[in-house]
């Protein structure tokens, strides 16, 4: 059975930090691309982040460059997503993607920046 399951959300205060995981399981984890995407309230789905297979290409939204940075582990078959100087506009549920052969999702993981 396909799983991936985030975690690592929660309340923070503007400027802060937060370190996002994605764990896989029910698929060949190392020949995937993997993504986050968040979804705030009334607005669609984006694209935040994206790692390719071997973890050495990435790329970034332009709202979260500089500040947000993907990576993964293929031997723990898990993708982070570090945050760091957060701001309200990236609250939102953040979700986890898996793209090869077939996609998968994530249920999400809620992230609110406020003070």
């Known amino acids: 059975q396909v799983q991936l399951v985030e975690s690592g959300g929660g309340l923070v205060q503007p400027a802060g930090s937060l370190r996002l995981s994605c764990a896989a399981s029910?698929?060949?984890?190392?020949?995937?691309?993997m993504r986050w995407y968040r979804q705030a309230p009334g607005k669609e789905r984006e694209l935040v982040a994206y790692?390719?297979?071997?973890?050495?290409?990435?790329n970034y939204a332009d709202s979260v460059k500089g500040r947000f940075t993907i990576s993964r582990d293929n031997a723990k078959n898990t993708v982070y997503l570090q945050m760091n100087s957060l701001k309200p506009e990236d609250t939102a549920v953040y979700y986890c993607n898996a793209l090869g052969v077939y996609e998968y999702w994530g249920r999400g993981t809620q992230v609110t920046v406020s003070s």
């Open positions: 029910g698929f060949t984890f190392g020949t995937y691309v």
């Open positions: 790692i390719g297979t071997a973890g050495g290409r990435t």
